[in-house]
């Protein structure tokens, strides 16, 4: 069964239309990339699942639900979590504190009970800690649990947003860009994150990535998107070898793997 | 430097992160519980004066500081508060009732003002609320049977089972009501930033768009901070009243809004600490200014003659303190304390904002 459905999905942007007339589906389980280049529409995608963009056509479905109309705040309860292709962490916080802001979704506690401190207030931060606790094992981020995030290097921080994601505990995960401005070795170790997240927690991802070293390596099945249209669905070397999809490249300048813009990788 | 050793998640939990520092909040309250048997009267009114402060202080702090909502109005909760809070026990209520029907209106009131406000951010946020405070001093005016209109209303004296916290005839009484309310807020305050309802302010002011992302409510949110933010300020408010005795309209004018607005902005945003640092600054340097020019006088330099001298130098300090030390009083503490535990260690951009509260919102 398909988690997440997109059918015949538009938005325009005064005259531009961003996406126009894109459907989709991701099935329960697996690892599902979008790629195109750069101003193809797929964070704009991203924003409408979430809720941020509202879509000018087409309808949205998440496990059987339509979420086409649903404010932004209700989104991340379902079990939909993100992250943003320019970080959007909480800059003054820490770390544990970013982490924590994931499990809102599960207070258990009114204004009231917090203002005392009530035991269940205390029982809840508790369950929140150990919960936090198991995603920073998993991204190894036991050196910065205490760190302000304004204090970290930009990779850490990349993980930092995953990890804020992953506290929520969704069912589908949303990337964008997980790679974009890391390093090798850092790239490597979020292909590992991924293929542990799909199996080891059976998450269901969604992700937008330039990287194809990292979208061959973890994707099941590939979609290509280009002025918001769709271009070819298949494997990663299907999508790659794709006629359409190398004119699409040829038309930004490098052949199959656009160069990072400068934004993005100092974003 | 201080490596704490965690055995429990509580450690991290608890409202104090050592014995060290519980002691040392222990050893403050003490001593300012133990302030009336050595103060004068005069330094003891001070000293009230600056726990109202204070308290005003870290009702604005949860809206600028820990929500990042600017507020120019907040004078006009001061009042709402005072008028409330002395009308009712004219009307016969006792006082801690009427005390804490002052807090609680002036809450609805500030979460019925936030509703129209959320919309707005920043400067706008701020021109906003300064026309509400415009609008409720008029207000005021116009209200007379319950504010008694330019003359003015009388706070009557409060008296608790017969004995009475009057302010002039038992200050230290007074005094001491005021420090219970503070110590009470303050811990409130403290309890609401180790929870859920605290974090999500934090996430309403570092990044809206990720805090929708995560389910927060931002609309909802933003009221609640007016609301907490609007009933604190109510409750000093309420004891600034009693501590005027007796007060109109020109009590809470948007000077009062302006101090109080740079009383949290200097001593440090962000931070409990910075509200009592900012409300010790504001009440403090008028006075202190006021015996050097006595002590210029007696040595012969007269400069009583010299209209508006204080305000100058006392306005000349609060700029000072917004150009050269933008993270406020408390944040320098933070500085010269983080520089000796890692000495000689630090770093000198160690505490460089990498962006502000007043940024533009990507959604890319
Ligand atoms: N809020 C907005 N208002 C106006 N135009 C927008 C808005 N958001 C996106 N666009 C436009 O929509 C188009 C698609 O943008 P989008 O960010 O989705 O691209 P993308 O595929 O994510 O590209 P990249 O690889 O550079 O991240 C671009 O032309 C962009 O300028
Ligand atoms: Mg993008």
């Known amino acids: 069964?398909?988690?997440?459905?997109?059918?015949?999905?538009?938005?325009?942007?005064?005259?531009?239309?961003?996406?126009?007339?894109?459907?989709?589906?991701?099935?329960?389980?697996?690892?599902?990339?979008?790629?195109?280049?750069?101003?193809?529409?797929?964070?704009?995608?991203?924003?409408?699942?979430?809720?941020?963009?509202?879509?000018?056509?087409?309808k949205i479905f998440f496990d059987g639900e339509e979420i086409t109309h649903l404010p932004a705040h209700k989104i991340a309860e379902l079990g939909i979590a993100r992250t943003f292709q320019n970080i959007e962490l909480f800059d003054h916080s820490t770390v544990l504190s970013n982490l924590l802001m994931g499990r809102h979704v599960h207070r258990k506690t009114q204004v009231i009970q917090d203002l005392l401190f009530t035991r269940k207030a205390r029982a809840d931060e508790r369950s929140h800690r150990r919960r936090?606790?198991?995603?920073?094992?998993?991204?190894?981020?036991?050196?910065?649990?205490?760190?302000?995030?304004?204090?970290?290097?930009?990779?850490?921080?990349?993980?930092?947003?995953?990890?804020?994601?992953?506290?929520?505990?969704?069912?589908?995960?949303?990337?964008?860009?997980?790679?974009?401005?890391?390093?090798?070795?850092?790239?490597?170790?979020?292909?590992?994150?991924?293929?542990?997240?799909?199996?080891?927690?059976?998450?269901?991802?969604?992700?937008?990535?330039?990287?194809?070293?990292?979208?061959?390596?973890?994707?099941?099945?590939?979609?290509?998107?280009?002025?918001?249209?769709?271009l070819a669905q298949g494997t990663a070397s299907e999508v790659q070898s794709h006629p359409d999809v190398i004119e699409a490249y040829l038309g930004t300048g490098v052949n199959g793997e656009p160069e990072l813009k400068k934004e993005e990788a100092g974003a | 430097m201080k490596v704490i050793f965690k055995k429990s998640y509580d450690r991290d939990i608890d409202l104090f992160k050592d014995r060290q520092t519980a002691l040392r909040i222990g050893l403050l309250v003490l001593v300012l519980v133990l302030v009336p048997f050595f103060a004068s009267d005069y330094f003891l009114a001070e000293a009230t004066n600056t726990l109202i402060w204070s308290l005003a202080g870290l009702g604005l702090m949860v809206l600028v500081g820990h929500t990042g909502q600017v507020s120019l109005g907040h004078a006009a909760f001061l009042a709402i508060g005072a008028y409330t809070d002395a009308a009712l026990m004219n009307a016969g209520w006792p006082w801690l009732l009427a005390f804490l029907t002052a807090g609680a209106v002036t809450g609805v009131f500030g979460a019925i003002i936030a509703i129209p406000a959320i919309r707005m951010s920043g400067i706008y946020l701020a021109i906003a609320t300064m026309a509400l405070a415009v609008l409720v001093e008029e207000a005021v005016i116009l209200a007379e049977p319950i504010t008694g209109g330019v003359a003015g209303v009388f706070a009557p004296d409060i008296a608790i089972f017969g004995i009475s916290f009057g302010r002039y005839d038992s200050l230290p009484n007074f005094y001491w009501l005021c420090l219970a309310v503070v110590v009470i807020v303050t811990f409130g305050y403290a309890n609401l930033l180790r929870s859920a309802t605290g974090r999500s302010f934090l996430a309403v002011r570092d990044s809206e768009i990720s805090a929708r992302a995560l389910g927060i409510n931002v609309s909802r949110t933003k009221t609640l901070a007016f609301g907490l933010s609007c009933a604190i300020t109510g409750l000093a408010g309420g004891l600034m009243g009693h501590f005027f005795s007796f007060f109109n309209y020109e009590a809470f004018t948007i000077i009062i809004s302006i101090n109080l607005l740079l009383a949290v902005t200097i001593g440090g945003l962000g931070h409990i600490q910075g509200a009592f640092a900012g409300a010790i600054l504001i009440t403090a340097v008028p006075q202190v200014l006021a015996i050097v020019r006595d002590g210029l006088s007696n040595i012969g330099v007269d400069l009583s003659g010299v209209p508006g001298l204080d305000t100058l130098v006392f306005s000349l300090i609060l700029i000072g303190f917004i150009i050269y030390e933008p993270l406020g009083i408390y944040g320098r503490y933070l500085k010269i304390k983080a520089f000796w535990d890692l000495f000689p260690l630090s770093r000198r951009d160690m505490f460089r904002r990498q962006m502000t509260y007043l940024k533009t919102e990507r959604m890319k």
Do not use: C, Q
């Not at chain 1, 126009?20 to 599902?32: K, P």
């Not at chain 1, 704009?44 to 879509?55: H, W």
């Not at chain 1, 204090?151 to 069912?171: C, H, M, Q």
């Open chain 1, 132 to 230: 936090v606790e198991e995603v920073i094992t998993f991204l190894e981020l036991e050196a910065h649990r205490d760190s302000l995030i304004a204090g970290l290097p930009y990779g850490v921080r990349k993980v930092v947003e995953i990890g804020r994601a992953l506290a929520i505990g969704p069912k589908l995960l949303l990337l964008d860009e997980p790679a974009s401005g890391l390093s090798v070795e850092e790239t490597r170790d979020v292909a590992f994150w991924i293929e542990d997240m799909k199996r080891e927690m059976g998450l269901t991802i969604l992700m937008i990535e330039h990287d194809m070293g990292l979208v061959s390596a973890v994707s099941d099945r590939v979609l290509a998107v280009a002025d918001g249209k769709f």
């Open chain 1, 1 to 58: 069964m398909s988690l997440l459905e997109v059918r015949d999905l538009s938005i325009a942007f005064g005259g531009l239309k961003a996406v126009d007339g894109l459907s989709f589906d991701v099935a329960e389980g697996e690892v599902f990339t979008l790629v195109g280049p750069n101003g193809a529409g797929k964070s704009t995608i991203f924003n409408m699942i979430s809720r941020f963009y509202e879509p000018t056509e087409g």
